[in-house]
């Protein structure tokens, strides 16, 4: 990127990055480190033509999420759909997860020619959760 003058970081960090939850000390803590390590590097490559930004989902439907939707629904004797809606209510006002394709969606602006101002910025996808 040095050599070539020009670049594009885009780390991946988390809601969690930006706002703390109960019981996730270490997540929270390691995710705070990748916004700031973000906004580090903006400001250290900015004129070298590299930008440095984090994507900050809140809950994104993963494999992993759909095995805390079963969780929840065996634990609370519940169908998936209201264990599913369970899970994403509590923390997302919007009701709705994100998707592994609307950060990918996010990560191509990034890096796009309309996104070469952009630098140091942890971009939120989380329905609204970290306005709250």
């Not at 109960?22 to 250290?44: D, M, P, Q, R, W």
Request: aromatic share 8%.
């Amino acid at each position: 990127m040095l050599k070539n003058q020009w670049g594009r970081i885009i780390n991946i960090s988390s809601v969690h990055g930006l706002v703390a939850s109960v019981n996730k000390s270490a997540y929270v803590s390691a995710k705070h480190g990748i916004v700031g390590f973000t906004k580090a590097t903006a400001l250290e490559y900015a004129k070298q033509g590299i930008t440095s930004n984090a994507i900050c989902p809140g809950w994104v439907f993963t494999p992993l999420i759909e095995k805390q939707i079963e969780i929840i629904a065996k634990r609370d004797n519940i169908d998936k759909e209201t264990a599913s809606r369970k899970l994403v209510e509590e923390k997302q006002p919007s009701g709705k997860f994100s998707t592994v394709d609307d950060v990918g969606e996010l990560a191509a602006f990034l890096i796009s020619d309309n996104a070469r101002q952009v630098n140091g910025a942890a971009w939120t996808m989380d329905g609204a959760w970290t306005v709250q």
